[in-house]
């Protein structure tokens, strides 16, 4: 089954600097959303990007999406210590809304 | 609106007994997703439903388990018998659409 692979597992910075998270998936999607998820809590929707959509920008977060490669990245500018948190990608099949989440990325941003 | 609520918050039980977990989604949300995280298998869809119907269950581990909407305020997922290995973090979520989810903080499950 199709699978979203975050890649890095785990991604540490100072607090100011930019985080890079990759997303690849295996088969054809129709939309590719990012997910948070403090420690103990519930996921938090970030952002959505549709198959046809190449660039998608909310506030501090970028979100890049490349279909021929099946991979999508998500930059968070300017990190703050309360952006600590998982991240994971999420995409659902072209046929329902059967959501697959791949492992995710632990980021720690570091005060 | 108060988001998604999931009863109990924390669940522990003795492997046999039956194990019941419940949510209410958002009024208004036309799909319920029940998850199951574990360090060694992350994220796991086990169900969800749109418009109280089930629509693919296929994550569902075994017959153990079961999940019913007998209506659009309230689901239940249910593991009988409960074991060990059934311990995690099961999370509900609801959507208006389907995409977009909303998350409840999860009950997490610990099987003795």
């Known amino acids: 089954s199709q699978q979203g692979e975050e890649d890095p597992q785990a991604l540490s910075i100072q607090e100011g600097e930019n985080a890079t998270m990759n997303c690849s998936y295996k088969t054809s999607i129709n939309n590719l959303q990012w997910y948070r998820q403090n420690s103990g809590r519930g996921l938090v929707h970030l952002i959505l990007i549709r198959s046809n959509e190449r660039e998608k920008h909310s506030g501090r977060l970028r979100v890049t999406l490349d279909t021929s490669k099946k991979s999508s990245s998500l930059l968070i500018t300017a990190s703050r210590a309360a952006d600590t948190a998982s991240y994971f990608c999420a995409t659902d099949d072209t046929g329902g809304f059967k959501t697959i989440f791949g492992a995710g990325t632990r980021l720690f941003v570091k005060a | 609106d108060a988001g998604v609520i999931q009863s109990p918050r924390h669940e522990v039980t003795e492997m046999g007994q039956e194990v019941t977990l419940r949510c209410k989604p958002i009024s208004g949300h036309d799909y319920l997703f029940w998850y199951r995280q574990t360090m060694m298998r992350g994220l796991e869809l086990l169900i969800y439903?749109?418009?109280?119907?089930?629509?693919?269950d296929s994550g569902m581990p075994e017959d153990r388990f079961s999940a019913k909407m007998p209506n659009a305020s309230f689901s239940t997922l249910k593991i009988q018998p409960s074991e060990p290995r059934d311990s995690a973090v099961y999370f509900c979520?609801?959507?208006?659409?389907?995409?977009?989810?909303?998350f409840g903080p999860g009950t997490r499950l610990t099987v003795l």
């Open positions: 979520a609801s959507s208006f659409g389907g995409i977009r989810q909303f």
């Open positions: 439903f749109n418009n109280n119907v089930p629509i693919d």
